[in-house]
T-cell receptor
Framework: GQQLNQSPQSMFIQEGEDVSMNCTSS?????WLWYKQDPGEGPVLLIA?????ELTSNGRLTAQFGITRKDSFLNISASIPSDVGIYFC???????????FGTGTSLTVIP | NAGVTQTPKFRVLKTGQSMTLLCAQD?????MYWYRQDPGMGLRLIHY???????AKGEVPDGYNVSRLKKQNFLLGLESAAPSQTSVYFC??????????FGPGTRLTVL
């Protein structure tokens, strides 16, 4: 199946620091989605990207659709304790209804 | 508005037993999906549906069957459960090929 590689796998940061994570795919995507999952719950959609080069923000979160269409980036500014969770990228390669998920980046924020 | 609900929340099965997981959404979404989540592997698509009466295989369909007899419901069946099917199962729905809303998950253990 489709491979989506997320890095880093885990991050431990101090409250107030900025966070960057990325996702790369082995093929071209036409949509990139970023989700956050809290323990024991389902993923929640944070940001959706539909065009190469697109930069979209949602509060302190900013995501970018890579120009090559094979990668995407998520930044969190001024992290707070409630940012703790696992962040997933997802998307469909080219056209299609099958969405593939990355393996996730686990974020820990130290107060 | 309940969003996406999943029944049951927890289940323990013995090898060879069968069961059905129910996903219901009240948002009139056309697209519905079943995923499984295993540690370190992100979410993998089992089956999906693009409308009432339609189903399609995802990345890991073996050992599962699905039905979408009503637009609001998507059922996932295990005919003969195996320990390898121990996982957390998530249902999702959306109004277009853009993943939006996930249910809270069903934790299944097969002994």
């Amino acid at each position: 199946g489709q491979q989506l590689n997320q890095s880093p796998q885990s991050m431990f940061i101090q409250e107030g620091e900025d966070v960057s994570m990325n996702c790369t795919s082995s093929s071209i995507f036409n949509t990139w989605l970023w989700y956050k999952q809290d323990p024991g719950e389902g993923p929640v959609l944070l940001i959706a990207l539909y065009k190469a080069g697109e930069l979209t923000s949602n509060g302190r979160l900013t995501a970018q659709f890579g120009i090559t269409r094979k990668d995407s980036f998520l930044n969190i500014s001024a992290s707070i304790p409630s940012d703790v969770g696992i962040y997933f990228c997802a998307g469909p390669p080219n056209t299609g209804n099958q969405f593939y998920f990355g393996t996730g980046t686990s974020l820990t924020v130290i107060p | 508005n309940a969003g996406v609900t999943q029944t049951p929340k927890f289940r323990v099965l013995k090898t060879g037993q069968s069961m059905t997981l129910l996903c219901a959404q009240d948002m009139n979404h056309e697209y519905m999906y079943w995923y499984r989540q295993d540690p370190g592997m992100g979410l993998r698509l089992i089956h999906y549906s693009v409308g009432e009466g339609t189903t399609a295989k995802g990345e890991v369909p073996d050992g599962y069957n699905v039905s979408r007899l009503k637009k609001q419901n998507f059922l996932l069946g295990l005919e003969s459960a195996a320990p390898s099917q121990t996982s957390v199962y998530f249902c999702a729905s959306s109004y277009s090929p853009r993943l939006g809303f996930f249910g809270p998950g069903t934790r299944l253990t097969v002994l």
